[in-house]
């Protein structure tokens, strides 16, 4: 006589159990991925499964010995009081009566897959280092003389089998009245580290909570700050949202603020308190958007360049502005948040910080190579993450380089005469009729092109306010296409191109793309100034490429990933023609959007991730720029679009 058969789908794990073991039981001896907060209690309802073949027994009915059982008993007044979709059973509370086969649906899996990696098609799971726990604890009497939190240590161990807790005078001020305001039962956040597994109490709710817990996911960049708000339960991403650095009025790009800093006493405390106040504001902005309280967010993952870096820490970036460049330190850091004056979310939040590679090559290059994995990869990928600062890697399973370079903010539309960030407004697409040399455009916030039908409605909140990085990439490149500007850069005349839209200004020409100044609104034109600055930057962007290049002594790469803290990918296509990238065929040529981003999501989402990438920018070889004259050489000869000397075969076909 063999116990019934229990089988899990999608799982197809599979195994025998004898009547009356609680599904959840049995999911766990079997390794299925089963979510419970209130450890079986049946008071969370996280555990929903749905039979798909069998039976269990029917709410409240008797069992074999014509006793009502108890495990029903707990989930027909789950369902009395909070209700459970049909066909839905308590994991926790159902039991095995026969043959079963079990369906968990995805809000039941705790570890479920949520950020998919554009270029190896990896899926992340979620293993947050920060999880509810539902605990009762003992009451304290006459003859238990320990102290509530002791109490508590002692619930966790014998129901979720942790071992040792650490809790701030934070929690400690308030775990007495949140006990006995829960009647002994209480939700405490914890969140393990993955460097030694200690955990430690963020957060302490009366009995069950139904607040859910949230993380912060910041890519901090010289231009832009982007966040990610992220549910620490799924890892769905409940809003996503940007600010300008405020740093950029001590100076636009990276050496201009060590300069500051060295120039003016406390200048790094101002850059400091900047930034951090920029990210104050930014986490009530975001938390506002998705609705939910700032003290529910209980952890933030940052990646940043080594200046951003340290400036966020409160370090005098002073040794970055000289060789040998050397960083305070390069190791992954665990830190409060409020030890940064992170004040807005919660008191306790922590923040890691992912490990930089060294001198110049920092975490958001790390954020990129956890993101992308070229170490991983059987054919020769060239990564690139276009930002003021861009982080560059070449590599396959056999070697990794990595160097950052200058190439300004000109890609995040600063420095452009109609630049703007990336938001609602801005024009991101553009074509140019080589004919007629018409542009027509799509801007932010809307699918439609601007000669559509609707446009005009669509946009009516925004209106057109001025161009992103990826608008202003495609418009270069299309202005070069339509032959508005020659391989030197220089705009030509209305004569010399045939259309009023390249209008003179001073002793140069522009380029019009909108003009609503009639009305009022804005006149978006390329100007030659702009054309240089994209130049600038592209030149900088191709050197650092065939920097690394000359270094692993290839002439080309087998494939490129183009990334970006943009809103709108960039256009694969255009980059090649401005020359931003070496020549490849161009479906070997993708984009990958923010990677730095989704690498400072995954480390959010997975500790795990956290450990793979501190062994993995061991193995990364940086390269070093500013100090390498062929880098000046490569540069200069990138100036011309795309290129003066190297060739661009794929390019022409
Ligand atoms: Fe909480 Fe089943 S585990 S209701």
Redesign the pocket.
């Known amino acids: 006589s063999t116990d019934p058969l229990v089988v899990f789908t999608p799982s197809g794990k599979r195994g025998n159990f004898p009547v009356g073991t609680p599904i959840?039981t049995a999911a766990r001896q079997l390794g299925v991925d089963l979510d419970?907060?209130?450890?079986?209690?049946?008071?969370?309802?996280?555990?929903q499964i749905t039979p798909s073949y069998g039976e269990f027994p029917k709410h409240g009915v008797t069992v074999s010995d014509g006793a009502l059982s108890d495990w029903n008993k707990v989930e027909q007044r789950y369902k009395d009081k909070r209700g459970l979709t049909e066909g839905r059973r308590?994991?926790?509370?159902a039991t095995v009566q026969g043959d079963v086969v079990i369906d968990v649906p995805p809000e039941s899996q705790v570890h479920r897959q949520v950020v998919r990696k554009a270029a190896t098609a990896r899926d992340i799971t979620m293993d947050p280092a920060t999880h509810l726990y539902f605990v009762e604890v003992q009451e304290p009497d006459m003859h238990e003389p320990t102290g509530d939190l002791e109490r508590l240590e002692r619930a966790l161990r014998e129901q979720w089998g942790i071992d040792h807790i650490t809790a701030d005078l934070t929690i400690l001020s308030r775990l007495q009245p949140v006990l006995r305001k829960g009647k002994w039962q209480v939700t405490v956040a914890l969140h393990k580290s993955h460097k030694d597994s200690a955990h430690k109490v963020l957060e302490i709710w009366p009995g069950l909570t139904e607040d859910r817990i949230y993380g912060l996911a910041i890519d901090l960049g010289s231009t832009t700050i982007a966040a990610h708000l992220c549910d620490l339960r799924n890892g769905e991403v409940k809003a996503s949202s940007g600010v300008m650095n405020p740093q950029i009025r001590f100076g636009e790009d990276l050496m201009s603020r060590v300069s500051y800093a060295m120039m003016n006493p406390g200048g790094d405390k101002e850059m400091t308190n900047a930034v951090r106040m920029a990210i104050n504001g930014l986490t009530e902005a975001i938390a506002t958007e998705a609705g939910i309280r700032p003290f529910q967010i209980l952890e933030t993952v940052f990646v940043c360049n080594p200046v951003m870096h340290h400036l966020l820490l409160g370090i005098d970036p002073v040794e970055l502005g000289q060789a040998p460049f050397a960083l305070t330190t390069s190791e992954s850091l665990e830190l409060n948040a409020r030890d940064l004056d992170l004040t807005v979310m919660n008191e306790n939040a922590q923040v890691y910080i992912l490990p930089c590679i060294a001198g110049h090559v920092g975490a958001d290059c790390a954020a990129v190579a956890l993101s992308e994995e070229p170490g991983k990869s059987e054919d020769l990928v060239l990564v690139v993450d276009v930002g003021t600062n861009a982080e560059i890697l070449l590599g396959n399973t056999s070697r990794v380089l990595a160097c950052s370079s200058p190439t300004g903010p000109a890609f995040e539309g600063a420095q452009i005469s109609s630049g703007q960030r990336a938001a609602p407004g801005a024009i991101e697409r553009i074509e140019i009729n080589p004919e007629t040399k018409e542009p027509r455009f799509q801007v932010i916030g809307s699918d439609l092109w601007s000669d559509e039908d609707g446009f005009s409605a669509a946009i009516a909140t925004t209106g057109i306010t001025g161009i992103c990085g990826s608008g202003i990439i495609e418009a270069v490149a299309e202005m070069r296409m339509a032959g508005l500007l020659d391989e030197s850069g220089l705009i030509g005349s209305a004569e010399q191109t045939g259309t009023a839209r390249n209008i003179p200004e001073g002793r140069t020409h522009s380029y019009l793309i909108h003009d609503a100044s009639a009305e009022g609104g804005p006149r978006i034109t390329v100007t030659q100034g702009d054309i240089r600055a994209i130049q600038l930057a592209k030149s900088a962007l191709y050197a650092g490429a065939r920097l690394l290049m000359d270094e692993m002594g290839v002439d080309r790469v087998d494939r490129v990933v183009l990334a970006g803290a943009f809103g709108a990918h960039i256009s694969t296509k255009h980059a090649m023609v401005l020359g931003m990238i070496p020549d490849a065929p161009l479906d070997k040529v993708s984009s990958a959007g923010n990677a730095a981003g989704t690498g400072a999501r995954i480390a959010l989402c997975n500790i795990a991730a956290r450990s793979e990438i501190e062994q993995v920018v061991h193995q990364i070889t940086k390269v070093e720029t500013a100090i390498e004259p062929r880098f000046q050489e490569h540069f200069v000869a990138a100036s011309a679009i795309p290129h003066k000397t190297d060739p661009f075969p794929d390019l022409a076909s």
Do not use: E, P, T, Y
């Open positions: 959840l419970s907060v209130c450890g079986g209690r049946g008071i969370c309802a996280k555990c308590l994991g926790c509370q």
